[in-house]
């Protein structure tokens, strides 16, 4: 008689919430796809993984459709911790698209070329998320990238960390500039390794609080529009912290900074 099968592994992690709604994630999309789309392109069979995609299939379809704007050959995985998400998101799979039961270990046979996980953390303590960040990018096939962040219901609002192999490279803030009364209302969507360090002391306060100044000063701007206004805002900001975009991106409602200058102090 053959040997019994071992117990399959349980999956690193904790069930979320679930929420999801498609679009939601389409601002982190598209920063991806400009930022690491050279990346895939290069890559001879790219993945992207789509961690925690929750409730409902439709940030990894919306994910496989933007990035093969930029990378025609790349393939997206779904991983969810909860079996009947996987089981839900079956009939959605395609070329190129496919759905598997696993948490932080990503259980591919091959690294990923990019691991986005979105609204993943949030439920977590902030004393585990190194070690997870940490986790995840030993995943990573080399020149690989990790996007962790936060956004709001509809995606208005996202703020997110870029990751390599080596650890946290940036931090990007996204908005849509029509429901923005100042830039510091952002705060509430920082990444659970920044929300609780947004207190004065802490770089990322100090940010948020050039931000808003920055924002007041350029109020005159607000009579071209609220981009003309972000843009300008943006500009004078730059003087004094290591912004590492520029208007192309900016125009786009985002600015990214280098993670040294808001790494929790």
Known sequence: MA???????????TVTRGTTNPNRLRRMDRWIAD?????????TAPVAVDLGYGAAPWTAVELLQRLRTAAPAVSV??????PARVAAAKPYEREGLAFRHGGFEVPLPEPPLLIRAANVLRQYDEAEVAAVWARLC??????GLLVEGT??????????????????RTVTFATRL???????????????????????????HAFLRDFDRAWAAAAPYASLGARQRWITSVRGLAGDWPVVDGPRRWRQGEVTVDWSALAPG
């Open 138 to 143: 030993a995943r990573l096939a080399p020149g």
């Open 77 to 82: 995985v779904g991983i969810e911790i909860e």
């Open 3 to 13: 040997p019994p099968a071992p117990p399959a592994k349980r999956p690193v992690g």
């Open 35 to 43: 930022a690491h789309g050279a990346a895939l392109r290069r890559a």
């Open 178 to 204: 029509g429901s923005l009364e100042r830039p510091s209302d952002l705060a509430e969507r920082l990444p659970k390794a920044l929300i609780h360090r947004n207190v004065p002391g802490e770089p990322v």
């Open 151 to 168: 956004c709001d219901e509809i995606g208005r609002r996202h703020v997110w960390v870029a990751l390599g192999p080596s650890g946290p």
